[in-house]
């Protein structure tokens, strides 16, 4: 028979950086899942990965108390930020303030068909093109020029 699920939580941890201080903590605690146990498992799966990351991941509670967890790739804005070169760290770099007057920088068609190819499988589309198209909406929000 399967597991009852209880619930899920939905967190963003950096990559090999996973601690149970707060928001992993807190957020596991609620559930009565075993923290160091998922920051230990978390840990060992991003070991490969570049530190500091922001890795999305889904954990399913179940009601033995035991868990699953899910990583997805990082998001679209972190790989925007890296091909363009803004500031990604402790104090990352964000867009521009008034998106549409000023620019922060210039992307060009060939990075964002390589950011959606990566991306295609977290996103809710079924083609690369129309991941582009949203790639692209993306970059023209955080104020950046796109290349043809």
Known sequence: MAKKITGYVKLQVPAGAANPSPPIGPALGQRGLNIMEFCKAFNARTAQMEKGTPIPVVIT???DRSFTFEMRQPPV???LKR????KIGKKPASGSKTPGKA???TITEAQI???AEKKMVDMNCDSVESAITMIRGSARA????VAA
């Open 103 to 105: 620019t922060v920088g």
């Open 61 to 63: 509670a179940y009601q």
């Open 83 to 86: 091909a363009v070169g803004l």
């Open 142 to 145: 955080m104020g950046l020029d």
């Open 77 to 79: 804005t972190y790989f």
């Open 113 to 115: 068909r390589e950011i």
